[in-house]
Every structure is written in structure tokens, then in C-alpha cells.
Nanobody, 124 residues
Framework: QVQLVESGGGLVQAGDSLRLSCAAS????????MGWFRQAPGKEREFVSG????????YYVDSLKGRFTISRDNAKNTVYLQMNSLKPEDTAVYYC?????????????????WGQGTQVTVSS
């Protein structure tokens, strides 16, 4: 089992930045890919970004590329999501996820473990 704990969410104004963190514990050696998803009120959960645990591959939804940056620190078993120039439409609960096998990085079905989520609210 892998446990994931997100942190770093909060209430910010449009144009501000936030950095989300996701700390993994447990059988972290089984992780192949980590991802960030978000779910806005009344909407389905959607893919935001992903990163391979080994190597340099990163993945983004096209609409967020350039504003959001994913990174990782393997020594700390932590993945980060740097979010810049935040907009009210970025308001959502942000979830961290971990996959045990290479698969569909951009879909929920590709992930085996999920965190509880952290709320990000962007005011206009």
C-alpha cells in the first residue's frame, strides 16, 4: 500500500501562486508515475499533470501548460505542483495519485492510490 497526503492548498487571489505538495509513504518503491487531478464543484475530476517517478517525463493537460509545473523529490518521496497566475476557474479540490504500473497517465483508471485532496480557492 501507498499512502498519499496532499498539502499547500488555500484561499488566494487571482494572479497569485501556490505550490501543492504530495508526500508518499509506504511501499513507495512500487510507484511508477505520480499525478495531479482536480475536481471543481459540479464537475468531474480531471487530469492536471503527471510525472514519472524515474526519468524526466512529465505530462500536462494542454490548457494548463505554462502556468503549472510538476516536479518531484525522490529523496523526500514528494511530488509538487507549482501553480502560477491562478484564475478563479482553477478553484477545485486537488488530488494526488500514484500508479504502480505504466498506463494511461491522463486517466483516473491509470492510478492505484489516491490522497484525500486539498482545497484550492481562487477569488477574483
Amino acid at each position: 500500500q501507498v499512502q498519499l497526503v496532499e498539502s499547500g492548498g488555500g484561499l488566494v487571489q487571482a494572479g497569485d501562486s501556490l505550490r501543492l505538495s504530495c508526500a508518499a509513504s509506504g511501499r513507495t518503491f512500487s510507484i511508477v508515475t505520480m499525478g495531479w487531478f482536480r475536481q471543481a464543484p459540479g464537475k468531474e475530476r480531471e487530469f492536471v499533470s503527471g510525472i514519472d517517478w524515474i526519468g524526466t517525463n512529465t505530462y500536462y493537460v494542454d490548457s494548463l501548460k505554462g502556468r503549472f509545473t510538476i516536479s518531484r523529490d525522490n529523496a523526500k518521496n514528494t511530488v509538487y505542483l507549482q501553480m502560477n497566475s491562478l484564475k478563479p476557474e482553477d478553484t477545485a479540490v486537488y488530488y494526488c495519485a500514484a500508479a504502480r504500473a505504466l498506463g494511461t497517465v491522463r486517466a483516473e483508471r491509470g492510478y492505484d492510490y489516491w490522497g484525500q485532496g486539498t482545497q484550492v480557492t481562487v477569488s477574483s
